[in-house]
């Protein structure tokens, strides 16, 4: 019984692609297959897979339906957090997700879920991503201001729902946590951030994160141990496809 993780499927079984990266890159090729594959050989049918964020390029559930059978059919119990490009999914409509797919799928948005004697938390995080400003030498001298104000509101809801989460499983006698963000926990001006930052507050063990996939986004927020929380980058194609073991 172990917990896995891996995060931007971006399936499109029923759904125009409209990604140059997906459409072209090497490492997309047949990448439905190839996690199918590592997921069979990898999982027992006890295990639990947590696939953080953007799991369908549909953009009504009409549009979902053979991505949500496809991921269905992996092994193991599934949990889907929310990511940017899940259109199908809005904040307030996870309950109803849930009445629809459970058991074949547990949505987790707003709330915790229990994994032995861990709370499972998670929310879909946000970031600044730009635009910035760049000299010659491709190092960051400005962004746009405006945008930035704009981000920061957006981290602040996060931040809320996310404290949200950690109460109500602190407040159920849970003292381990495993924290699950679609964005990253930082952008690439913070060394730390609001979400660090509660991470420490509430003694989180891991952080798992998503988002950036491409080769030139892979090191764009933290990785590895920092100031004792282990973070991982769980992208499908940074991963190659292989779900990464959170734990045993």
Known sequence: MSLFAIGDLHLHFQSELKAPGQLYGPVWKDHEVKFRENC??????????????????????????QDFRYIAGLPGHKILTRGNHDMFWEAKKTAHLNKLFQPELTFLQDGYLPYRDHALVATKGYTFEGPFYLNRSRQVIGWDEAEAA??????????????????SARADGYRK????????????LEERSGFTDM?????????????????????DSIEGT?????????SGDYLRWVPKKILD
Do not use: N
Request: negative net charge.
């Open 226 to 234: 920092f100031r004792g929380i282990q973070y991982h980058l769980v």
């Open 40 to 65: 069979v050989r990898m999982l027992s049918g006890e295990d639990t897979l947590v696939l953080a964020g953007d799991h369908s390029w549909g953009k009504k559930l009409a549009e979902c339906e």
């Open 199 to 219: 991470a420490e507050e509430f003694g989180v063990e891991q952080v798992i994160y998503a988002h950036c996939h491409g080769e030139s986004r892979f090191h």
């Open 150 to 167: 704009h981000a920061a509101k957006l981290v602040l809801r996060e931040l809320e729902r996310l404290r949200g989460s950690f109460e």
């Open 177 to 188: 946590f495993i924290m699950f963000l679609h964005y990253p926990p930082t952008s690439i």
